[in-house]
């Protein structure tokens, strides 16, 4: 069964740092992944997804990476503001079986404080 | 254009009954899935359709879940005769050639 861990679970940082929210799968065997945006109370906001042929996405200050081979992904934040305060989850979808279907990680949840 | 809607947003309801949760997908997404999410963790698969097919549906925990689209657009999710353990955020996301999943805002649901 894949299991998805982020890493930190938690993290709270000054505005203008960058950051790096961490995610691995136990089974390395992913089709692609996408990182989402979740606000307290609200639904799941999807941020970048890396499709099966790319190694890495970006979205303004955005960026994220995976790496298949090792089943890794990393998303980083550049200049973070307080805005982006929320929970980051990733999620991936299996390279076989039912490849829709995302298995999700348990999420980190950032505060940027001013 | 409209994003993925779910009603109704909160659903509070006594032990035993049955409830239905709709979801109406982004206009042309062929891909339609069910998700539960308890507090602090990540969305958990339930099911998943392909137009009107249930392609997958091994998350559903057990027979008192099921849930249908029969005409491969809106989707309804029914739980029979409910128990307080099936209080969670029940969450829908659809999905067209990318495969990029959106999702609803979700139905709260509580058992007392």
């Known amino acids: 069964k894949q299991e998805v861990t982020q890493i930190p679970a938690a993290l709270s940082v000054p505005e203008g740092e960058n950051l790096v929210l961490n995610c691995s799968f136990t089974?390395?065997?992913?089709?692609?992944l996408q990182w989402f945006r979740q606000d307290p109370g609200k639904g799941l906001t999807s941020l970048l997804l890396?499709?099966?042929?790319?190694r890495e996405q970006t979205s303004g200050r955005l960026n994220a990476s995976l790496d298949k081979s090792s089943g890794r992904s990393t998303l980083y934040i550049a200049a973070s503001q307080p805005g982006d305060s929320a929970t980051y989850l990733c999620?991936?979808?299996?390279?076989?079986?039912?490849?829709?279907?995302?298995?999700f990680g348990t999420g980190t949840r950032l505060q940027v404080t001013l | 254009g409209a994003g993925v809607s779910q009603s109704p947003r909160y659903k509070v309801t006594k032990r035993g009954q049955d409830v239905a949760l709709r979801c109406d997908p982004i206009?042309?997404?062929?891909?339609l899935y069910w998700y539960r999410q308890a507090l602090g963790q990540g969305p958990e698969f339930l099911t998943y359709?392909?137009?009107?097919?249930?392609?997958?549906k091994s998350g559903l925990p057990n027979d008192r879940f099921s849930a249908e689209r029969p005409e491969g657009s809106i989707s309804t999710l029914t739980i029979q005769r409910t128990e307080q353990r099936d209080s969670a955020m029940y969450r829908c996301?659809?999905?067209?050639?990318?495969?990029?999943?959106?999702f609803g805002p979700g139905t709260r649901l509580t058992v007392t």
């Open positions: 996301a659809s999905s067209g050639d990318t495969g990029e999943q959106y």
């Open positions: 890396i499709q099966s042929s790319q």
């Open positions: 999620a991936g979808r299996p390279l076989t079986g039912t490849a829709s279907k995302l298995t």
């Open positions: 206009s042309g997404h062929v891909s």
């Open positions: 089974d390395s065997a992913i089709y692609n």
């Open positions: 359709f392909n137009y009107e097919a249930q392609q997958d």
